[in-house]
C-alpha cells in the first residue's frame, strides 16, 4: 500500500460544530504533515509530527488541533471555525523528517467548507 | 528564510515543442530542490528530487547554484504534460518543505 487516505473526502460544517479529519498510511513513514490550500494557492504547512511527536505548529490557531495516535494515523480535530478556514486539507506523509524529508506522499484531501 | 519564486502563473505551448517551467530560489544555505506535479483530479505527487539527477516522464532539472535556479524542462511537451507544477525547497536539516506558487502548463495539440 502506497497511498496515504483521508477521510472525509468533503465536509460542511457550522462555525459551532466539532469535527475531525482523519488521514492514514501503511508505508511504514514515520513523519505525517498537514497542508492547507487555498484555490489557486500552493499548500502551506500547518503541522508536522515525526515519531509521532508534534515537531512543528506553523502558529496555526488553536481552533484546529492535531492529534497523531500513532504512525500510521494522524488527525485534525476542528472546532469553532471561521469561514475563511474553508479549503482542502492535504494530509502527507515520507520516510522520516530528516532522510528524504521532502519526498512526500500526499492524500488527496478533505476539501473543508464552513458556514 | 527561503523563498520559491516561479515567475510565470500560467504557461502554453504546443504538443511537441520544447518547454521550460522556471524555479528560482533564495536560501544562502545548502537547499535541496523538488518539483511537484498535479494532474486534473489526481494529488499532488513527486516528479523530481535535484539530488538523484534523474530524468522522469522526459523531464529533468538541474540545481544551479550560481543562478539560484531549478528550472524544469523537457525537449518535446506532451498534452499529458497539462498540469500545475510546483516547485519546492527544503533546507537542509528542516521538517519544512516551501512551495512555489506554481505554473499551470497547458500543452494545446
Known amino acids: 500500500d502506497t497511498e496515504v487516505t483521508q477521510t472525509p473526502k468533503h465536509l460542511v460544517m457550522g462555525m459551532t460544530n466539532k469535527k475531525s479529519l482523519k488521514c492514514e498510511q501503511h508505508?511504514?513513514?514515520?513523519?505525517m504533515y498537514w497542508y492547507k490550500q487555498k484555490a489557486k494557492k500552493p499548500p502551506e504547512l500547518m503541522f508536522v509530527y515525526s515519531y509521532e511527536k508534534l515537531s512543528i505548529n506553523e502558529s496555526v490557531p488553536s481552533r484546529f488541533s492535531p492529534e497523531c495516535p500513532n504512525s500510521s494515523l494522524l488527525n485534525l480535530h476542528l472546532h469553532a471555525l471561521q469561514p475563511e478556514d474553508s479549503a482542502l486539507y492535504l494530509c502527507a506523509s515520507s520516510q522520516d523528517s530528516s532522510y528524504r524529508a521532502g519526498e512526500l506522499f500526499f492524500g488527496e484531501g478533505s476539501r473543508l467548507t464552513v458556514l | 528564510a527561503q523563498r520559491v519564486t516561479q515567475p510565470e502563473k500560467l504557461l502554453s505551448v504546443f504538443k511537441g515543442a520544447p518547454v521550460e517551467l522556471k524555479c528560482n530560489y533564495s536560501?544562502?544555505?545548502?537547499?535541496?530542490l523538488f518539483w511537484y506535479v498535479q494532474y486534473s483530479r489526481q494529488r499532488l505527487q513527486l516528479l523530481l528530487r535535484h539530488i538523484s539527477r534523474e530524468s522522469i516522464k522526459g523531464f529533468t532539472a538541474d540545481l544551479n547554484k550560481g543562478e539560484t535556479s531549478f528550472h524544469l524542462k523537457k525537449p518535446f511537451a506532451q498534452e499529458e504534460d497539462s498540469a500545475m507544477y510546483y516547485c519546492?525547497?527544503?533546507?537542509?536539516?528542516?521538517?519544512?518543505?516551501?512551495f512555489g506558487k506554481g505554473t499551470k502548463l497547458t500543452v494545446n495539440p
Open positions: 519546492a525547497l527544503r533546507r537542509g536539516g528542516s521538517e519544512k518543505l516551501v
Open positions: 508505508m511504514g513513514h514515520r513523519a
Open positions: 536560501y544562502s544555505g545548502s537547499p535541496e
